[in-house]
């Protein structure tokens, strides 16, 4: 069972935005960076977010992240039909010593 | 350019073993947090090991710690997870991937997979 809590699924119209939450506690999110990924059907997953709100080269800037107490929050703008995907998010835990995963959330474009 | 590939997985009856190897180019191993995530089929990502960047301290998650060892061999630029004790609850993709830093997060690249499958 996951330390993460994430919506099951998000859905919007292209163009349109749409907010991922990912819910913790003060052992992982609290006081660790937090990572997005997102996985693409039968695919590896690809980082997205790292450090809580930092883009990797290559990812465009119609993604963000934010972190605020013991919750994440993963933004998509302009969405597109190629965003439909899985996303997670992931932190450290310290009282696990363990790294977690979130649930995971199903993106959908109407 | 940084390229994982995984090899070693297979079908094993329960309570057998397998080795899982990541072969790393493009980077060096031993400067870099390692990890090993599994997804079964139709699930989220369930991370599994990690190993620290240059101490190459190991963690373990608690459904995993005591039956799997996380190594790595900095001079074949490989990392290994050895699997014993196989339960049908392993079953899954095991993917590797490299962190961006020497901390156990940020996996900035990942391997193809490779299916490990635990029945009799």
């Known amino acids: 069972q996951s330390v993460l809590t994430q919506p099951p699924s998000v859905s919007a119209a292209p163009g349109q935005k749409v907010t991922i939450s990912c819910s913790g506690s003060?052992?992982?999110?609290?006081?660790?960076?937090v990572s997005w990924y997102h996985q693409l059907p039968g695919t590896a997953p690809k980082l997205l977010i790292y450090?809580?709100?930092n883009r990797p080269s290559g990812i465009p800037d119609r993604f963000s992240g934010s972190k605020s107490g013991t919750s994440a929050t993963l933004g998509i703008t302009g969405l597109q039909t190629g965003d439909e995907a899985d996303y997670y998010c992931?932190?450290?835990?310290?009282?696990?010593?363990?790294?977690?995963f979130g649930t995971g959330t199903k993106v959908t474009v109407l | 350019e940084v390229q994982l590939l995984e090899s070693g997985g297979g079908l094993v009856q329960p309570g057998g073993s397998l080795r899982l190897s990541c072969a790393a180019s493009?980077?060096?191993?031993?400067?870099?947090?390692l990890t090993w995530v599994r997804q079964a089929p139709g699930k989220g990502l369930d991370w599994v090991s990690g190993?620290?960047?240059?101490?190459?301290?190991?963690y373990y998650a608690d459904s995993v710690r005591g039956r799997f060892t996380i190594s790595r061999d900095n001079s074949k630029n490989t990392f290994y997870l050895q699997m014993n004790s196989l339960r049908a609850e392993d079953t899954a993709i095991y993917y590797c991937?490299?962190?961006?830093?020497?901390?156990?997060?940020?996996?900035?690249?990942w391997g193809q997979g490779t299916l490990v499958s635990v029945s009799s």
């Open positions: 991937a490299k962190a961006i830093e020497r901390g156990i997060s940020n996996f900035d690249y």
């Open positions: 493009g980077f060096t191993v031993s400067s870099h947090a």
């Open positions: 190993i620290t960047g240059r101490a190459g301290t190991p």
């Open positions: 003060n052992s992982n999110i609290g006081n660790n960076y």
């Open positions: 450090d809580s709100n």
């Open positions: 992931g932190a450290w835990d310290s009282s696990l010593g363990a790294y977690v």
